[in-house]
């Protein structure tokens, strides 16, 4: 008789703990919030080395303690870095010719 009393307290803990984890408005990555910080990023001139140390990616975080940096930040950054690989390879077949 105690055994089935606590199979059936353990079972009804792990529904109770599945139920609470899978619920959308509990956990997860917070939503990002549509600002536009400095993440170190020129718009003036094309992206060089010396400017990689000074990139900083803003952070998101949930309450199950995920973490990771915004999309948009790594995107642009990426977005920069392709314009500037482009521009270096165009300036190298150029001189080639």
Do not use: C, N, Q, W
């Not at 509990?26 to 919030?33: A, H, P």
């Amino acid at each position: 008789m105690v055994l089935a009393v606590e199979i059936i307290v353990g079972v009804a803990v792990l529904l109770g703990v599945a139920f609470l984890a899978t619920r959308p408005d509990i956990g997860g990555l917070d939503d990002e919030e549509p600002d536009v910080a400095d993440i170190g990023l020129p718009d003036d001139r094309l992206l060089r080395s010396d400017d990689i140390p000074a990139l900083r990616f803003r952070t998101v975080g949930g309450i199950r303690g995920v973490r990771g940096y915004r999309f948009s930040d790594v995107d642009d950054t990426m977005a920069k870095v392709e314009e500037a690989l482009r521009a270096g390879e165009a300036a190298k077949s150029s001189e080639r010719r």
